[in-house]
T-cell receptor, first 110, second 113 residues
Framework: GQNIDQPTEMTATEGAIVQINCTYQTSGFNGLFWYQQHAGEAPTFLSYNVLDGLEEKGRFSSFLSRSKGYSYLLLKELQMKDSASYLC???????????FGPGTRLSVLP | EAQVTQNPRYLITVTGKKLTVTCSQN?????MSWYRQDPGLGLRQIYYSMNVEVTDKGDVPEGYKVSRKEKRNFPLILESPSPNQTSLYFC????????????FGSGTQLSVL
């Protein structure tokens, strides 16, 4: 079976750091993606991990542990514009398909 | 400009009236897919296509049809729409292969009355 789980909602303060977790179970695995989606808009690509470890891209970092079926997205120096939903997605069967989690809605407060 | 073009952006229709949502990509991508997004349920895959004339069901294919006669186009057809198909729909494409991200269209908000 295929299942991806992430928290439904999170709240954080401007300037703070927030970690959004994602656990996954998929038939075959070939990488974990994170997307950002503002309300009513299309998802946009943030990061990709296929090997264990941390990938850093400016204020955003993403971590993967394949043995634990676990990933997280770390957002530093939060800004109001980071208020959005963050979608975790696993690629399965060597690039044949994507499975999305339900998304985590992040609210950044002043 | 590389993009996925999806039309229309908004559509209001009535139960039973056939409709088509178009999707076209100009990146020569092999993989294309349709998703619907509903509050609390995230993106759920309707159909996907690995290449021309190759289509497969996703998680929620009932009530939908697709075709892939050309590489660039992947229309979504609702033969007899029902109110439970009211949703936000996204088309996406990818070069296919390990590590290749999805490119999304701007979405179609469909309301079936």
């Amino acid at each position: 079976g295929q299942n991806i789980d992430q928290p439904t909602e999170m709240t954080a303060t401007e300037g703070a750091i927030v970690q959004i977790n994602c656990t996954y179970q998929t038939s075959g695995f070939n990488g974990l993606f994170w997307y950002q989606q503002h309300a009513g808009e299309a998802p946009t690509f943030l990061s990709y991990n296929v090997l264990d470890g941390l990938e850093e891209k400016g204020r955003f970092s993403s971590f993967l542990s394949r043995s634990k079926g676990y990933s997280y997205l770390l957002l530093k120096e939060l800004q109001m514009k980071d208020s959005a939903s963050y979608l975790c997605a696993a690629m399965d069967n060597y690039g044949q398909n994507f499975v999305f989690g339900p998304g985590t809605r992040l609210s950044v407060l002043p | 400009e590389a993009q996925v073009t999806q039309n229309p952006r908004y559509l209001i229709t009535v139960t039973g009236k056939k409709l088509t949502v178009t999707c076209s990509q100009n990146m020569n991508h092999e993989y294309m897919s349709w998703y619907r997004q509903d509050p609390g349920l995230g993106l759920r895959q309707i159909y996907y296509s690995m290449n021309v004339e190759v289509t497969d069901k996703g998680d929620v294919p009932e009530g939908y049809k697709v075709s892939r006669k050309e590489k660039r186009n992947f229309p979504l057809i609702l033969e007899s729409p029902s109110p439970n198909q009211t949703s936000l729909y996204f088309c996406a494409s990818s070069p296919r292969g390990a590590g290749e991200k999805l490119f999304f269209g701007s979405g179609t908000q469909l309301s079936v009355l």
